[in-house]
């Protein structure tokens, strides 16, 4: 599944942000980026599932909408972190001064990677090789 393997090589990009100089704002810029992208892959990547599972919400839900929706159908995903996520991705193009810059890293390092992985780990338990799978026969 295309949508599976964007999020797992996104996220491989992402785990490398603790062994980069965090105190280089283009280092930090390239952070918040990278965090947003794979927001978007993750959410996405939920809505699919969704539908794949036959949740009605999946084919018309907004991002808040899919992550509750998520939430009822996979018990490895932390509600609170993911919808802190979305309030994160939603402001973080505000953000104009580097102590909410810092506050946001520390937030993706600490927990939204975290999150990430467990999404990653958690899908990959429950479906396995059909995440591997061509995405015309994930239906």
Not at 64 to 92: P, V
Not at 102 to 129: H, K, S, T, W
Request: hydrophobic share 40%; aromatic share 12%.
């Amino acid at each position: 599944m295309k949508k599976y393997e964007n999020f797992v090589s996104a996220l491989a990009n992402l785990e490398d942000a603790p062994n980069q100089d965090l105190n280089n704002d283009f280092v930090q810029s390239g952070l918040i980026n990278k965090f947003n992208l794979q927001f978007e892959l993750s959410w996405k990547l939920l809505k699919r599932l969704l539908e794949y599972e036959g949740a009605t919400l999946a084919a018309s839900g907004s991002p808040r909408a899919i992550l509750k929706e998520s939430y009822r159908f996979y018990d490895f995903i932390d509600e609170a972190a993911w919808l802190d996520m979305l309030k994160d991705r939603n402001t973080n193009v505000h953000i104009y001064d580097n102590k909410l810059a810092q506050d946001l890293i520390q937030r993706i390092l600490n927990v939204y990677i975290p999150a990430f992985c467990q999404l990653r780990d958690g899908l990959m338990e429950r479906y396995g090789e059909l995440l591997m799978a061509p995405d015309d026969q994930f239906v």
